[in-house]
C-alpha cells in the first residue's frame, strides 16, 4: 500500500519525504532512493509529531501533507491542487461530499505556523486558523484510508 501511495505524488513531480516511527526499519528497504526517509524516534506520540518532522525538511514554497494509508489518491490529484496555488490562501485541500480530504497543500507561513505551534497541537488544529481554500472534489479517493482489514477488502481492486 506503502508504493502505492508514493507513486501518484513521483508521478506527478513531487520530492517525497516520509517519515517512518516503529516500522522504520522495513522501510528502509521498501522506499529505496525514491525518497527522502527520515526516523521519528517518538512516533508513539502521535502523527503531529512525524508531521512537524517531515515539514523541518521543507524546501520549497509550497508542501503537500498525505497519508499513507489512501492509495485511491491519483497524480492528477496533487497537480490539480498544485494549479491551485495562489497567495490568498495558506491551506489548499480537497473536500468531498463534505469530508475533509488529503493531499492537504501548505503554504511556507502554514508550515512556519505549525512548526511554531505547541507540538502537542493537532495538525488539523493549527490548520484550522489559517486560510483555506477547500476544493469540491469528484472522487472518494480523497478520503478513503486504510485502517482495518475491511477497508483494504473494500478498497482493493477486484482482478479483471
Not at 90 to 105: A, E, N, S, T
Not at 109 to 126: C, D, F, K
Request: proline fraction near 6%.
Amino acid at each position: 500500500m506503502l508504493e502505492r501511495s508514493m507513486q501518484a505524488p513521483l508521478q506527478a513531480g513531487c520530492s517525497l519525504i516520509v517519515v517512518g516511527g516503529a516500522h522504520w526499519r522495513a522501510l528502509r528497504s521498501m522506499i529505496g532512493s525514491e525518497a527522502l526517509l527520515l526516523r521519528n524516534r517518538f512516533w508513539w506520540q502521535g502523527m503531529g509529531v512525524s508531521v512537524r518532522r517531515g515539514l523541518k525538511h521543507m524546501d520549497g514554497g509550497w508542501m503537500f501533507l498525505a497519508n499513507a494509508d489512501m492509495p485511491l489518491v491519483q497524480a492528477q490529484d496533487y497537480e490539480r491542487l498544485a494549479s491551485l496555488i495562489s497567495d490568498q490562501y495558506d491551506v489548499i485541500r480537497p473536500v468531498w461530499k463534505g469530508q475533509k480530504g488529503h493531499p492537504v497543500l501548505v503554504s511556507r507561513h502554514a508550515v512556519n505556523h505549525i512548526l511554531a505551534a505547541p507540538a502537542n497541537e493537532p495538525i488539523r488544529e493549527s490548520l484550522s486558523s489559517m486560510s483555506t481554500l477547500a476544493v469540491e472534489w469528484s472522487h472518494s479517493g480523497v478520503v478513503d484510508d486504510v485502517d482495518t482489514p475491511e477497508d483494504y477488502a473494500r478498497l482493493r481492486p477486484t482482478p479483471g
